[in-house]
């Protein structure tokens, strides 16, 4: 009894020790609110905040994690639970927005959570786990440096983002990046239509990954709150917070380290691209600065890839010190459901979690003969996905993607160079791209060191995806450089990984409090001088020959390699005179190739103060008063009528049109029967670019018959064949004929616009 009693002691002293409700829970209050003021202060209305608020609490989170601990086999944290239930809250919100959308009640989606929350209320073996009973306490260092990235993220946004987009453009010169009307415009018809269809050509398929957007559109029809409001202010910020925080339990749960997921994290979303630039470009992308914003489909992609990698890892193989609870047999549901999601988030996910089982097994082929039948059988359930996506949801379009290697490093080596010299140019230019995009995954070269190249099968994994994304990039090429997405989506198991082989590193030079402390220290101090240097002094190089844009970098990096040579070369001395050093010389040079790309973010914020919004990227004229007229049309028609309008080019150049006009779908919320078509499916690839002209010359001639020479058999076809029931007039692109007035009602104009209803 008395040993007994004494184990019990032990085990008691050695657990963790809950902390007071309040200072359990002060982090994640501390980033809310964080997040909460920007938005406030950014001019989101009090009231649409409380409400989108409520909608992610009751309405994703709420029910996804009820069905999380469902299929989870013991807690792990609370923390996980709400994480991982909200990323399976979008799922399970997919599924009943189809449903109420294919049915015409899109209305009735608000009273969806009611299906999951009344079963678990009612049945008596669902009713536990309404509790967070046998959770694990997160360390306090753990809580409020995740918050801290969320927090330093958010302030990012705020100023690359939120303070450049108003909810509603406030005057005729406001300036967007072009991509954003387009996306709105997807959402919008989302509000609606399941599958949504092209919104800028009323009928045509959207062969697209547009679950995103779903997203948004459901987001905005349970919250109640506007759906630009949604989509500038609301959507971006929480799905970044959700990734963020998914990235910190994905890497405890996958490594079995709390610290190596909030490591990760920090890498994610905290250090930017090794650019040493202006922030005005990006050479080869970026894995988050700006695409965060610019393409909130990747995010929301993230979201669902980040758990499955979670549940796959475990299928493929737990780390073998982990004591994190295993899922269980419900790790097969969630891969499920979490793939089907993935299917239609972005096209760039499950092609490299494929390529990612591919390489696992292979390498356990090789290394054990025989693979786990686990893993081969999770690999044709990622197959099955990707055959899923491209024969229906995409439905074999290429979407301008062809086979042409080395296609994204081409343009900086350019042409006519003496055989060695070309090889050079390769040589560098190669070698800026893994700088650029790969330097904050150094860590996995610590840990395949470590590890003397016998990895786990979980880090093989994490290894086949953060090669496959890298990889496709290279392989392929997109005339939008689209193929950026792979890179991005590879991104999410490398810097896993990568923070696995940090922390392994951290505890093998067994660093004292004060020795850690001293490293934190030493690490901002580095980034902090670093961003202080590159504001001051930015790098601006003018391409005169292709290879110049990439010449700041590889200086800097040299610059950067002499006093590492250096301090290499003093490290004995310095041993002798600080024998604490001994051992500690691999983490310190380590720290401090993870933190040099520190300034990205910062520069890319700065750069929204001084260029115009979206840097280098296309921007598109979004004046307030057609925004006002679009408006007024979604506030005085139907969900299902069809828009005609007299603008379809961005610019005319030569005579061509630039066909990338999006203003009028993203707005109105309403198909439009002719805007722009450059973004259409089938037009994508074309030798012209944007430039291509309009599939379908018979619809595009009735459409601008309607406003250069309108007569009563022209607007009846437009009626009665194509649907049109309003018609959109930009006076200052060119004023519609007399006649219309006699042959439709106007019903609303301002200095620029009018608007017409078909009788």
């Avoid at 190089?541 to 040299?558: D, I, K």
């Amino acid at each position: 009894m008395t040993a007994l009693a004494t184990g019990d002691a032990a085990r008691a002293a050695a657990a963790p020790r809950r902390r007071p409700a309040p200072a359990r829970f002060a982090p994640a209050l501390s980033g809310y609110a964080f997040v909460a003021v920007t938005l406030l202060a950014a001019g989101t209305p009090a009231p649409d905040l409380l409400r989108y608020t409520l909608y992610a609490a009751l309405a994703v989170a709420l029910p996804g994690t009820l069905l999380w601990r469902t299929l989870r086999r013991r807690p792990h944290t609370l923390v996980e639970d709400v994480a991982m239930g909200s990323a399976l809250g979008l799922v399970l919100e997919l599924v009943a927005w189809a449903a109420c959308t294919a049915a015409g009640l899109p209305g009735w989606l608000r009273l969806w959570p009611v299906a999951v929350l009344l079963p678990y209320a009612a049945v008596p073996r669902l009713r536990r786990h309404w509790r967070a009973g046998g959770t694990t306490p997160v360390p306090t260092g753990w809580a409020w440096s995740l918050a801290g990235v969320v927090a330093g993220f958010t302030l990012y946004l705020s100023e690359s983002f939120l303070r450049v987009n108003p909810v509603l453009p406030t005057d005729e010169g406001q300036a967007q990046y072009i991509d954003l009307a387009f996306q709105l415009s997807l959402a919008g018809a989302a509000t609606h239509q399941v599958p949504p269809e092209i919104p800028q050509v009323a009928g045509e398929p959207l062969h697209y990954h547009w679950f995103g957007f779903a997203h948004l559109a459901a987001a905005s029809l349970v919250s109640g709150v506007d759906l630009p409001t949604v989509f500038f202010r609301l959507a971006v910020p929480a799905l970044c917070a959700l990734a963020a925080v998914l990235v910190a339990v994905v890497g405890w749960r996958v490594t079995g380290r709390p610290y190596a997921g909030v490591v990760a994290a920090g890498l994610m979303f905290t250090v930017g691209e090794f650019g040493f630039e202006n922030g005005l470009r990006q050479l080869f992308g970026s894995q988050v600065t700006f695409i965060v914003w610019g393409s909130p489909s990747m995010t929301y992609s993230w979201v669902l890839l980040l758990p499955l990698i979670a549940v796959l890892a475990e299928i493929v193989g737990r780390a073998r010190d982990s004591t994190v609870p295993p899922v269980g047999r419900g790790a097969w549901v969630l891969a499920v459901l979490l793939l089907a999601a993935s299917t239609g988030a972005k096209a760039s996910s499950v092609p490299v979690v494929l390529a990612a089982l591919a390489f696992t097994v292979a390498v356990l082929l090789v290394t054990r003969r025989r693979p786990p039948r686990a893993v081969l059988v999770a690999a044709g359930l990622a197959l099955a996905a990707q055959v899923f996506a491209t024969a229906v949801l995409f439905a074999f379009e290429s979407h301008g993607v062809t086979v042409e290697p080395f296609s994204g490093l081409r343009p900086y080596v350019g042409e006519g160079h003496s055989g060695p010299v070309t090889a050079l140019l390769w040589a560098g230019v190669l070698v800026a791209f893994l700088l650029n995009l790969q330097l904050r995954l150094a860590g996995v070269l610590a840990l395949l060191r470590l590890r003397r190249w016998r990895l786990e099968p979980a880090q093989v994994f994490l290894l086949g995806g953060a090669l496959a994304g890298p990889a496709v990039y290279l392989l392929v090429a997109h005339p939008g450089s689209s193929n950026q997405y792979f890179t991005r989506t590879g991104f999410a198991f490398g810097v896993l990984l990568s923070a696995w082989g940090f922390v392994e590193l951290l505890d093998r030079a067994a660093l004292t409090t004060r020795g850690r402390v001293l490293l934190g220290v030493g690490a901002a101090s580095l980034a902090l001088a670093l961003t202080a240097y590159q504001l001051r002094f930015p790098a601006i190089v003018p391409p005169e020959r292709p290879y110049a844009a990439v010449l700041p970098l590889l200086c800097w990096a040299a610059a950067l390699l002499v006093p590492v040579v250096l301090v290499a070369l003093l490290w004995p001395g310095l041993v002798d005179r600080w024998p604490g050093l001994a051992g500690r010389g691999p983490v310190v040079l380590l720290t401090a190739v993870l933190v040099a790309g520190a300034p990205g973010l910062v520069l890319d914020a700065a750069a929204a103060r001084y260029f115009t919004n979206g840097g280098a990227y296309a921007v598109e004229r979004m004046p307030a008063s057609r925004v006002q007229a679009a408006r007024w049309v979604r506030a005085h028609s139907a969900p299902e009528d069809v828009l005609a309008t007299n603008v379809h080019c961005r610019v005319v150049v030569s005579g061509w049109c630039d066909a990338r006009s999006f203003w009028l779908s993203g707005y109105a919320e309403r198909p439009v029967l002719v805007e722009g078509w450059a973004f259409a499916p089938r037009m994508v690839g074309r030798p012209e670019g944007p430039y291509a002209p309009f599939w379908d010359a018979e619809r595009l001639r009735a459409n601008d018959a309607a406003f250069t020479a309108p007569t009563a058999a022209g607007l009846a076809e437009l009626r009665d064949r194509y649907g049109v029931r309003w018609l959109v007039v930009d006076r200052t692109v060119d004023p519609e004929s007399p006649d219309l007035a006699e042959l439709a009602d106007l019903r609303h104009e301002n200095a620029r616009m009018a608007v017409y209803r078909l009788r």
